[in-house]
Each structure stands twice: as structure tokens, then as C-alpha cells.
């Protein structure tokens, strides 16, 4: 009897130990669910939710900022304000987004100090909106901006600005900043007095200027620039503000050794445009200082207005001609450009471009990319032009119209054979058929 009693009660006491057991052991799974379901946002780190509103637009990221103080905190922090882009355009005649007026006085009046890098974007390309980044940019007279740039995203629309009311809004940024590193403002009435309040105001900090078709600046501006800004590393002109004196400033010993080098040759009054000639040793001295420069020239020219170019060696290295090019202008490209690293052609003509292509891959030792449009190339010529350049062409953009079947080879066989000479499967591009 005593021996069954002691039983028993072992088994009783080894019964209430198991479910007591079992009971803790779902009471922690209990706790750890709620945790899983419900967690605390309010509690997440505010470098997190930092991150998190940078890649929100504004009008999201002031939403999110109501959903809890932590949050509205976040939302005041200066990093999260360094970086901004002013989009405007207006809502009775557009339909495009555009960043809320509201906001915008908000951004002016909380948050101006804190910018840094800013970009106005005129969505519209109106008049209207371009005014509307003129007010913004003259009420930023508490701010130090390291970068700016003005962009029309259809046609120049601050071109149609009153010039002195762009200036005025544009020299407050350039006087109040002091330290502005990167400059893009391509299509806008800037004009010389006022690059050199840039210059007197940013000149140790100036890295990058880009400033294509500005017509109110002079040859004699843009080599005030580059002879104060010796730190200037990219730069980005018209070829009327092209010079051998600005190609000498910049080869200068307390000049830095320029990185980037972007030039627009254009005209859009065939006949009536002269374009000068660069000298040779001009080029020359530019390119000992800059030895590894990229020189991008964009050519958007007639036929005819081509003769002051490649008459003598020129250092391009990427060269893009936007309209119809001759045969004798690609065959000069050939004997003239031999650091030529990357050839784009959009239109030629109905010659066959045989002789002139096999010329640029025997003389141009560094091409790697080639995009061909409206020519004519014979199969033939283009496999041998393939084959003479190798694994090197790591870009190859040419429209099917452009290869002539010939008697070595047809459409079908041209794939094969350029394949096997660039070491990776190719096929011409396709021109889409709606």
C-alpha cells in the first residue's frame, strides 16, 4: 500500500511538472507572436526610417511624417533635406506632376539652410515655370549649395525669361553658396559678368560646368573660368566658346588635369554659320597636360560645313554625328582620330561605307563601340571591319538595313560569322514594325 501511495504521488508530482512546462512553453510562443504581429514602428531606428523617406517623393514622405512624432522628426532632419529636386510646371495646362507650392514654402522656409545638392527641373517647359524657379532660386540666401542644376526637360524655356531677372535669381546662389562644386546650366541666358561672380565666389571649389547654348557668353568668359577655377575637372561648351586660349588655360601647370571634356559643334543655319579652326599644338598642349582625358564631340552640322574638322590629328575620343555625314568627312575621321574610342553615325547616305570603316578599325587601335544608322556597310566589309577589330568592340548597335548582302554573305550567314569574331553571340538591331 505504501509503495503504490509513493507511486502514485511520483506520478502526480511528474504530471504538474510537465504541464507546468508545457504551459510556460506556450505562454513564451504566445509572447513571441504577439511581438511578431504587432510590432512597434513608432520604435524603429530613425536612420532606418531615413533611408526609407529618401527614396519616397515629397508629397509621400510629408504623409509619412504624420504617422507618428518619431517619424515627423525624421522628417526635419537636415540629411534628410541636402538633396532636392524642384519639379514645376502648372496644373491648368499640364497634367505632369509637379512638387506642391505649399511644400515649396515649406522646404524655403524650414529647410533652405540645409540644402545642398538641387536640381529645378521645368517639367512643362513653360515661361511660367521657369519664373517659378527664378523666385525659388532668389529666396536661397541662406543656403550653401554644392550643386545646381537647371534643366528644361522639352524645349529652353529660361531662354524666354527676361535676362536680367534670371541673372539676379542666379548670382544670389552664386554669391551666398561659396562652395558650389558642380554646375549645369545648358539652354539659359547666363552671361559673362555673371560667371565671374561665380568664379569670384566659388573658385577654389568648381569641379564641374556645364553650360551648352549660351549664347550670351563669350570666348573671353569661359577662359575667365578656366583660368580661376583651377580645380575645374569637367566642362561641357558650345565650339564658338572653343579656343586656343582656353585649350592653353587649361593646360596650364596650376590647372588640374581635366577629366571630361564635352563639345557641340552645331548650326541650325546651314551656310550661314563659320566656325573656326583649333590649332594643332593647341590640341597638343592639352592633351600632355590631360593626358587621359575624354574628349566627346557632338556634330550636328550639314554636309558642307564640314571642312574646318579633321584636317589634322584631333584627341576625340567618343564622336557622335547627329545629322547626315560624307564619305570624305568618316574617311578623315579615320586618318585624324586615333584615340577614338566610340563612333556613332546616324545617317550617311547611300554610298556604301566600306573603305571608310576598314580605315577607322586599321587606324583607331582603341574603338569599342560603333553605332551605325541610315548607311549602307556590304557584309563583306563590315565582317572584315569586325574581324580587324576583335573582342574589343564591346558595343555593336547596327540597324539590319544597314548590311548589303553581297556574294560571301547574306543576312542569315553575317550573324554567324560576326559572332564568332567577337567571341559573344550578336544579331543587327531590328527596326520595329507597329
Known amino acids: 500500500m505504501k509503495r503504490g501511495r509513493k507511486t ?6 511528474s504530471s504538474e511538472e510537465t504541464t507546468e512546462k508545457d504551459s510556460k512553453r506556450h505562454k513564451a510562443i504566445d509572447e513571441k507572436t504577439v511581438v511578431v504581429q504587432s510590432p512597434d514602428w513608432a520604435n524603429l531606428l530613425q536612420d ?19 504617422v507618428c512624432r518619431s517619424w515627423n522628426q525624421v522628417f526635419h532632419m537636415p540629411d534628410l533635406w541636402r538633396c532636392f529636386e524642384f519639379e514645376l510646371n502648372q496644373p491648368a495646362t499640364s497634367y505632369l506632376r509637379a512638387t506642391h507650392p505649399e511644400l515649396i514654402k515649406q522646404i524655403i522656409k524650414r529647410h533652405s539652410n540645409h540644402l545642398q545638392y538641387v536640381s529645378f527641373k521645368v517639367v512643362d517647359s513653360s515661361k511660367e515655370s521657369a519664373e517659378a524657379a527664378c523666385d525659388i532660386l532668389s529666396q536661397l540666401v541662406n543656403c550653401s549649395l554644392k550643386t545646381l542644376g ?17 541673372i539676379s535669381a542666379l548670382t544670389v546662389v552664386f554669391v551666398n553658396s561659396k562652395s558650389l562644386s558642380s554646375l549645369k546650366i545648358d539652354d539659359t541666358p547666363v552671361d559673362d559678368p555673371s560667371l565671374k561672380v561665380l568664379v569670384a565666389n566659388n573658385s577654389d571649389t568648381l569641379k564641374l560646368l556645364k553650360m551648352s547654348s549660351c549664347p550670351h557668353v563669350s570666348p573671353a568668359g569661359i577662359l575667365c573660368v578656366a583660368d580661376q577655377c583651377h580645380g575645374l575637372r569637367e566642362l561641357a561648351l558650345n565650339y564658338h566658346l572653343l579656343s586656343d586660349e582656353l585649350l592653353l588655360a587649361l593646360s596650364s601647370e596650376k590647372h588640374v588635369r581635366l577629366e571630361h571634356l564635352r563639345i557641340d559643334v552645331v548650326s541650325e543655319n546651314p551656310g550661314q554659320t563659320q566656325f573656326h579652326t583649333i590649332q594643332k ?12 582625358v575624354n574628349l566627346v564631340m557632338y ?28 564619305k570624305d568627312v ?8 586615333p584615340r577614338l574610342v566610340e563612333l556613332v553615325v546616324c545617317a550617311n547616305g547611300l554610298r556604301p561605307l566600306d573603305e571608310e570603316l576598314i580605315r577607322i578599325a586599321e587606324r583607331c587601335k582603341y574603338l569599342s563601340a560603333v553605332g551605325l544608322g541610315e548607311c549602307e556597310v556590304s557584309c563583306s566589309a563590315f565582317v572584315e571591319f569586325v574581324k580587324m577589330c576583335g573582342g574589343r568592340l564591346s558595343q555593336l548597335s547596327i540597324m539590319e538595313e544597314v548590311l548589303i548582302p553581297d556574294q560571301k554573305y547574306s543576312l542569315e550567314q553575317i550573324h554567324w560569322e560576326v559572332s564568332k569574331h567577337l567571341g559573344r553571340v550578336w544579331f543587327p538591331d531590328m527596326m520595329p514594325t507597329w
Open 8 to 13: 502514485n504521488e511520483a506520478n502526480s508530482s
Open 48 to 66: 532606418i526610417i531615413l533611408q526609407v523617406f529618401q527614396y519616397l517623393p515629397l508629397l509621400d514622405r510629408a504623409h509619412a511624417s504624420q
Open 150 to 166: 537647371l534643366i528644361s526637360t522639352a524645349r529652353p524655356s529660361f531662354m524666354d525669361l527676361p535676362k536680367s531677372h534670371f
Open 281 to 292: 599644338s593647341s590640341w597638343d598642349a592639352f592633351i600632355r597636360h590631360s593626358p587621359k
Open 299 to 326: 556634330f550636328f552640322l550639314y554636309e558642307e560645313e564640314f571642312d574646318p574638322f579633321f584636317r589634322y590629328e584631333i584627341p576625340v575620343t567618343h564622336l557622335y554625328f547627329g545629322r547626315s555625314v560624307s
Open 330 to 337: 568618316l574617311g578623315r575621321v579615320g586618318m585624324t582620330c
